[in-house]
């Protein structure tokens, strides 16, 4: 009897032995499989974070371009301006057709010019002056240099001469 009795309680000494051996298994499983999750997760974060600083990078490359070439696009103004007063035809279409396509490439990249109707904007533009004028107070009432936005950020202020309103007489 004393030998059935060790029989028995030996199987029952491996099971609990392979049960432990189970449950540490599972447990080294579960603790690689959170720390794949984790690194998985790290990892998504950082391409995340690397495409969105590419962007970021990319619209400041962008905007400084087009920063650069907004005086180009005003000196061709002033010279269309200063050949429209001498009659020089020629001149003046060539130097139109410049600006154009300057002005067009400009637009593709997404610069636009700023609206300078109306009231003034103090995000969109720039007060020089004001003075009185029969224009309800604040309305724009010169333009002295257009101002350009760049999507929505406001690449260069559009300088502007506002209404005071009508003079005191006094």
């Not at 990249?109 to 004028?133: N, W």
């Amino acid at each position: 009897m004393s030998d059935e009795h060790v029989e028995e309680s030996v199987p029952a000494a491996e099971e609990a032995a392979v049960e432990d051996e189970v449950a540490a298994l599972v447990k080294e499983r579960d603790d690689y499989l959170d720390s794949l999750q984790r690194l998985k997760a790290e990892f998504d974060n950082y391409r995340k974070r690397v495409a969105r600083d590419q962007q970021g990078l990319a619209a400041r490359a962008h905007e400084r371009l087009v920063k650069e070439l907004v005086p180009v696009l005003d000196d061709l103004e002033r010279a269309l301006e200063a050949a429209a007063r001498h009659e020089e035809g020629k001149l003046e279409d060539g130097v139109r057709l410049v600006h154009r396509s300057l002005a067009d490439t400009l637009a593709k990249e997404g610069l636009a010019e700023i609206e300078t109707t109306g009231t003034f904007d103090p995000h969109t533009q720039e007060a020089l002056l004001s003075q009185p004028s029969d224009a309800e107070e604040g309305s724009i009432i010169q333009v002295m240099q257009k101002g350009y936005s760049l999507g929505d950020r406001v690449l260069r202020p559009a300088r502007v001469v506002i209404s005071s309103g009508p003079q005191a007489d006094g």
